[in-house]
């Protein structure tokens, strides 16, 4: 009998670290889920979106860093970008490969890409899952021919992000536990700090959830009492906040 238990605990739900990689392999399923545990990364897609515009020329090309299972790709649909996702997570990269993204599977850090090949370079939040952000702006900027555009949005390292996005957000039923490392959480005038000596000037501006839009999402979901169920494109929007004291998105444009 100790044999059997010991089986069973063995096949059961894996603890790993906190921001381990392995989550995302362990959650490949939800990554389409509209209401499942990457039900705001659908809505932060939509907002970083937003900031790009359509190309001006045939061939334009958009590098996605961590681009994850490609949630980007379907608000980018007739802005006539070739889209480029790069990520670590081959499961993942499947999935965007579906969606119709070029997928490189390869480290932020060291994107096997040339220099200045990228018209855009989007970083939704990946800067908060990387022990070395400042590398990734080095890479991201690198990539940008002069004139190109970086949209990015990530979580500041503050007591009050700490609070929202991990000792509240991950008692919901929809966050996963231990997707974020608090330590990772990315400054903003560091960020800012940190582009302009890449040569991008960045703006920042605060962004969260349309607060009505949320409770009726929340609503909906503790109706539902599984993931999956509710129509795709019913989340709440991203909306502008004049803090920037937990969730923020940048943009800017390379000097040169």
Partial sequence: MRDVAAS????????LPRNDPRQYDDLAGEWW??????????????????????????????????CGAGLLAPHLTGKGYRHVGVDLTRSALLQAAEHGVRVVQGDATAVPLPDGCA?????GELLEHVPAWPRVVAEACRLLRPGGLLVLDTLNDTALARLVAVRIAERLPTVPRGIHDPRLFVDAREL?????RHGVDLRVRGIRPQVGGLVAWLLRRARTGRPGTTPAGRGPRIVPTPSTAVLYQGWGVRNG
């Fill in 192 to 196: 800012v700090a940190e582009c302009a």
């Fill in 119 to 123: 018209d855009v370079v989007s970083a």
């Fill in 8 to 15: 069973a605990a063995s096949t059961g739900p894996r603890v």
């Fill in 33 to 66: 889920r509209p209401d499942g545990a990457f039900a705001m990364l659908h809505w932060l897609a939509a907002a970083r979106a937003a900031l790009v515009p359509p190309a001006t020329r045939p061939g334009e090309l958009l590098v996605d860093l961590g």
